[in-house]
């Protein structure tokens, strides 16, 4: 994680804080939330020491951006430095470097299987890793980026459904992957207008999953949701069930379009539809 900086006083950035920075680029804004969570960020999820802290938020309105898609590197690149700016100012922080969501760049799940030999007849870190690899190489074949990545389960032998296979003897292991890959140029340039910042990439997520373990309770995740998150270019889908990331798309479609739509249909001006829209678009 980034580490700490402080100036002067800081009633909420508190030493051995572990600074948790993120990077949302949207086609109508762009947000920087600095968080923090004291120590390392090993203690168990759901603990009280693994909360992160809310310390700061900064957001501009997004320039250079299309649909989720860096159109315009210089002006990007002015509209995150406001917004990490803002944020580091309200958090009296520094970051050093920063989680991404992205939700352009025509982002693609696929589910595979990759299986890897156990070494040693005793199922190893190192025998998982072999398999994380061979599923990374495959996700990312064809120009693709991989950009996220998660495991649904494993296979030993012939025993199926095993949740944790280390320790267990067997000689062939495999596992059930899900992975959301983007275009490489998309993804690529993502990084570097990060870096152009003065930020380090530290991870990439997908924007609808980020938002789907956001807003959806525990219950929800488990027995199963659908997340849709409308922006202003484009909509992100996820699917999660079984504590499981399933899927992760975005159409080019976004709340944008209902203005466009209202513009034509109503023969009235870009502001005057923005308005309608806010004021009584509906869903019921």
Do not use: W
Request: proline fraction near 2%.
């Amino acid at each position: 994680m980034a580490s700490l900086t402080t100036h002067g006083r800081s009633e909420r950035a508190r030493s051995g804080d572990t600074l948790v920075g993120a990077i949302d680029i949207g086609t109508a804004k762009i947000c920087c939330l600095i968080a923090a969570r004291h120590g390392s960020g090993d203690q168990a999820i759901g603990s009280d020491a693994s909360r992160p802290r809310f310390l700061g938020l900064g957001h501009q309105r997004s320039r250079g951006v299309k649909a989720g898609v860096i159109v315009d590197l210089d002006e990007a690149e002015l509209a995150i430095r406001a917004a990490v700016a803002q944020a580091e100012r309200a958090a009296d922080v520094t970051l050093d470097d920063v989680h991404i969501a992205i939700g352009g760049g025509s982002l693609h799940s696929s589910h595979f299987a990759a299986s890897a030999e156990v070494e040693n007849s005793i199922v190893s870190d190192g025998d998982i890793e072999r398999l994380l690899e061979g599923a990374r190489s495959f996700a990312e074949r064809e120009g693709r980026s991989l950009i996220h990545m998660n495991q649904l389960g494993y296979q030993l032998d012939q025993a199926s459904g095993i949740a944790e296979p280390r320790g267990m003897t067997g000689h062939q292991l495999r596992g059930d992957i899900h992975a959301v890959t983007g275009d490489d140029s998309t993804v690529r340039n993502l990084r570097l207008l990060v870096e152009r910042c003065v930020l380090r990439p530290r991870r990439l997520m997908p924007s609808a999953l980020a938002s789907a373990r956001a807003v959806a309770h525990p219950d929800e995740l488990r027995q199963g949701v659908i997340i849709v998150d409308m922006g202003a270019g484009a909509t992100q889908i996820a699917v999660i069930a079984d504590n499981h990331d399933l899927f992760a798309g975005a159409v080019s479609i976004g709340g944008n379009h209902i203005t466009y739509d209202l513009i034509r249909a109503l023969d009235t001006s870009l502001a005057e539809a923005e308005r309608i829209k806010v004021l009584y678009g509906t869903m019921t």
